[in-house]
């Protein structure tokens, strides 16, 4: 089932073309990514899906059409900027939200999903950044939405308060909650999406899985490691899966595709040769994202 479709979508500010022609679908129970450098357009989509921002033209269905009440009812969002007074306790927090909703969800009970019970009484202020995102979450839940958006959930986070912060949202869409993920991070977008929109100059410029979308700039893979005894290199050029082998010193690098990893240990192994410091490197979302634009995301 699809519980949002975006269709034909354009914004204009003044003289800025901030959204052009976005189009795509969300089903249900997925993790859907919005992925893009900043300034794409990403965070004027979302803010359009959300009906927090009115698109110059194009259509917007969220759980086939609400709206006004009823989305607000069923769409939990947490914004990029989104802050609270700094006096502001956390149960204060949960309990001002829930009171906005017919049947919010125990507050009480969602404190504990998101890891800050023992910190009920602390005021927002004394949160740190990892908590603080954890809050903005629990906050977007308090209506027990069947749909959420998270607009740039980690920036600025270090990377434990970021991985915690990863484990969380894969621990909602468990509980049946379908979400819509803007990031600008490459490692979060293939750690937690199905599908993703890639976004540049407020333009979709291709839709897939990140698997699917990281096998568009090739299977190329890159394997180095070090070897302290001979081993001929014809023995691993004559394997169908590469496509050179370079040597400098100790280190050898080889370049191919498919098992490429197997193939090579499986010579080496036949050969009494062990490798040491053995690395891969092959094609990255990163890499799929400067092929299709030319351009790379800075973190």
């Not at 609400?66 to 149960?91: C, D, I």
């Not at 990140?210 to 023995?235: C, E, K, M, Y």
Request: charged residues 25%; aromatic residues 4%.
């Amino acid at each position: 089932m699809k519980v949002i479709e975006v269709s034909n979508l354009r914004k204009r500010y003044r003289d800025q073309l901030a959204v052009d022609d976005v189009s795509f679908t969300v089903e249900e129970g997925e993790i859907f990514g919005v992925l893009g450098p900043n300034g794409a357009g990403k965070t004027t989509t979302v803010e359009c899906v959300a009906g927090l921002r009115v698109p110059d033209s194009g259509t917007v269905s969220v759980l086939g059409g609400l709206h006004r009440t009823e989305l607000k009812e069923r769409l939990g969002v947490q914004l990029q900027s989104s802050t609270l007074p700094e006096k502001l306790k956390v149960w204060e927090a949960l309990d001002l939200y829930a009171s906005f909703y017919r049947e919010p969800a125990n507050w009480v009970e969602l404190l504990e999903r998101v890891g800050l019970a023992d910190k009920r009484d602390t005021p927002y202020g004394k949160l740190s950044g990892g908590q603080q995102q954890r809050l903005s979450i629990a906050l977007a839940l308090v209506g027990g939405p069947r749909v959420a958006i998270l607009d740039e959930l980690t920036t600025g986070l270090d990377p434990q308060a970021r991985r915690d912060t990863w484990d969380l949202i894969e621990r909602v869409r468990e509980d049946g909650v379908t979400i819509l993920l803007v990031t600008h991070f490459m490692e979060e977008a293939e750690r937690l999406c199905d599908r993703l929109a890639l976004i540049d100059s407020g333009r979709v410029v291709a839709m897939d899985s990140p698997s699917g979308l990281i096998a568009r700039v090739g299977g190329q893979q890159t394997v180095r490691f070090r070897l302290s005894g001979p081993l001929d290199n014809s023995r691993l050029k004559a394997l169908p899966e590469v496509t050179e082998v370079s040597r400098s010193g100790e280190q050898v690098t080889v370049t191919g595709t498919g098992n490429l990893l197997l193939a090579i240990t499986t010579v080496l192994s036949a050969a009494g040769a062990v490798p040491t410091d053995l690395r891969m490197e092959q094609a990255t979302l990163d890499d799929a994202f400067l092929s299709l634009t030319g351009k790379k995301i800075s973190a």
